[in-house]
């Protein structure tokens, strides 16, 4: 069982940024895969970004490629997301998910995670 807790959204002006952690619990955070997701009011929920078990791939949506980064620290057991550049289409609220896996390939689909946390509210203004 991994419980995740997510913090750090907040309300910015376009071209800000913002640091999304991503806290998790249990002992074996080293062996799960990692992803973010956001969900707009009336969307579905989508894909941002993964990354793996050690860190050393990572995979990114092309609406965010090149602004957003992935990482995280194993010793801390956190996952982060950096948002640069951010626009007021990035306004959603954002989910850190996991699923315990040690491959190289990096899950992008929502239904491919198992934990979930509660999410923490992005507002980009214009």
């Known amino acids: 069982q991994v419980q995740l807790v997510e913090s750090g959204g907040g309300l910015v002006q376009a071209g800000g940024s913002l640091r999304l952690s991503c806290a998790a619990s249990g002992r074996t955070f080293s062996s799960y895969a990692m992803g973010w997701f956001r969900q707009a009011p009336g969307r579905e929920r989508g894909f941002v970004a993964a990354i793996t078990y050690s860190g050393s791939g990572t995979s990114y949506a092309d609406s965010v490629k090149g602004r957003f980064t992935i990482s995280r620290d194993n010793a801390k057991n956190t996952v982060y997301l950096k948002m640069d550049r951010l626009k007021p289409e990035d306004t959603a609220v954002y989910y850190c998910?996991?699923?315990?896996?040690?491959?190289?390939?990096?899950?992008?689909?929502?239904?491919?995670?198992?934990?979930w946390g509660q999410g923490t509210q992005v507002t980009v203004s214009s």
């Open positions: 998910a996991a699923v315990r896996s040690l491959s190289s390939l990096l899950p992008g689909n929502r239904d491919d995670y198992v934990y």
